[in-house]
């Protein structure tokens, strides 16, 4: 149980930095939406709209440290395996 | 009889020509491109966003653009950012109480300044900016674009003219009671505000 809930903490860790890495490496805060300019071709006026997109931000990260930190202290609730010792005599 | 009713309609529309009434233009539009952003830069954070709730009337007259008065009204519940949370906080109580104060606006009483060039002018606004209750007078840059007969390539099946309206300013949020004083390392005192406007003026 120990080792299982320390490799969720840092599969955990790795996931959530690959992610906010692979979504562009944002160091604003989440966003749930992204601007998308369009211009206007008579008046030459550039617009924004909102598409809805999940961009992760840096509080996204502190989550995701906090999470793995809280999996990774629970781990030390579980005691280690005692292996019972062969004695010779 | 034939000569004289020419002569006649041939000066009404003379005369037309020569004293061309000014035109109105209405800014709320059709294609929801119109908008006013916002931009704070403070040292820790910086907030970018917009709003497309535009609307108000502004009376233009192209032999004369230094008579140009009007109004130019931003809806403040459409003041938008990319952060959902951070938009409920800026449109919330603490800020711009959007449900208290739903306008935001600019009303044009003088220009200054005047400078044309073909279609286009550049002249210092005088007039009231009011933001969440407040009114204070404000001298700004505008820039007017008048596009004669363009309308119909903007909104198929309308005949008219358009007028576009382009400034940038800035604001203090302490001048408009936004929260005064408060997190300025994050929200930063100055705001500054541009506008792209389209009006149309139906023929």
Same mark, same amino acid.
């Given at each position: 149980?120990? *080792?299982?809930?320390?490799?969720?903490?840092?599969?955990?860790?790795?996931?959530?930095?690959?992610?906010?890495?692979? *979504?562009?490496?944002?160091?604003?805060?989440?966003?749930?939406?992204?601007?998308?300019?369009?211009?206007?071709?008579?008046?030459?006026?550039?617009?924004?709209?909102?598409?809805?997109?999940?961009?992760?931000?840096?509080?996204?990260?502190?989550?995701?440290?906090?999470?793995?930190?809280?999996?990774?202290?629970?781990?030390?609730?579980?005691?280690?395996?005692?292996?019972? *010792?062969?004695?010779?005599? | 009889?034939?000569?004289?009713? $020419?002569?006649?309609?041939?000066?009404?529309?003379? /005369?037309?020509?020569?004293?061309?009434?000014?035109?109105?233009? %209405?800014? @709320?539009?059709?294609?929801?491109?119109?908008?006013?952003?916002? !931009?704070? %830069?403070?040292?820790?954070?910086?907030?970018?966003?917009? /709003?497309?709730?535009?609307?108000?009337?502004? $009376?233009?007259?192209?032999?004369?653009?230094?008579?140009?008065?009007?109004?130019?009204?931003?809806? /403040?519940?459409?003041?938008?950012?990319?952060?959902?949370?951070?938009?409920?906080?800026?449109?919330?109580?603490?800020?711009?109480?959007? $449900? @208290?104060?739903?306008?935001?606006?600019?009303?044009?009483?003088?220009?200054?300044?005047?400078?044309?060039?073909?279609?286009?002018?550049?002249?210092?606004?005088?007039?009231?900016?009011?933001?969440?209750?407040?009114?204070? %007078?404000? $001298?700004?840059?505008?820039?007017?674009?008048?596009?004669?007969?363009?309308?119909?390539?903007?909104?198929?099946?309308? !005949?008219?003219?358009?007028?576009?309206?382009?400034?940038?300013?800035?604001?203090?949020?302490?001048?408009?009671?936004?929260?005064?004083?408060?997190?300025?390392?994050?929200?930063?005192?100055?705001?500054?505000?541009?506008?792209?406007? /389209?009006?149309?003026?139906?023929?």
């Amino acid at each position: 149980m120990r *080792t299982v809930l320390r490799a969720l903490a840092l599969g955990l860790l790795i996931g959530a930095a690959g992610f906010w890495l692979a *979504t562009g490496a944002n160091r604003g805060w989440t966003k749930t939406s992204v601007p998308k300019k369009i211009v206007d071709d008579v008046t030459g006026i550039e617009g924004q709209t909102y598409e809805k997109k999940f961009v992760p931000g840096v509080d996204f990260l502190a989550a995701a440290v906090v999470a793995s930190a809280v999996l990774a202290g629970a781990s030390f609730l579980f005691g280690t395996k005692n292996n019972p *010792t062969q004695s010779n005599t | 009889m034939k000569t004289q009713l $020419t002569i006649v309609f041939a000066s009404i529309g003379f /005369a037309t020509t020569l004293f061309a009434a000014p035109e109105t233009f %209405d800014f @709320k539009d059709p294609k929801g491109i119109n908008n006013a952003g916002f !931009k704070l %830069d403070a040292p820790l954070e910086s907030i970018n966003g917009s /709003a497309n709730g535009v609307s108000g009337t502004v $009376t233009f007259d192209p032999e004369h653009p230094g008579a140009t008065t009007g109004k130019i009204v931003v809806a /403040a519940d459409t003041l938008t950012l990319p952060n959902t949370m951070q938009q409920g906080h800026m449109r919330g109580g603490q800020w711009m109480d959007v $449900t @208290k104060y739903p306008e935001i606006s600019f009303e044009e009483k003088e220009l200054h300044n005047v400078k044309t060039e073909g279609d286009v002018t550049t002249a210092d606004a005088v007039g009231t900016f009011t933001c969440k209750g407040i009114s204070k %007078d404000m $001298t700004v840059p505008i820039k007017l674009t008048y596009l004669k007969d363009k309308l119909g390539q903007r909104v198929p099946n309308m !005949k008219g003219d358009l007028l576009v309206i382009r400034s940038n300013f800035s604001i203090k949020r302490s001048d408009f009671n936004i929260n005064p004083g408060k997190f300025e390392d994050k929200v930063s005192e100055e705001i500054n505000l541009t506008l792209s406007v /389209a009006g149309a003026s139906a023929q």
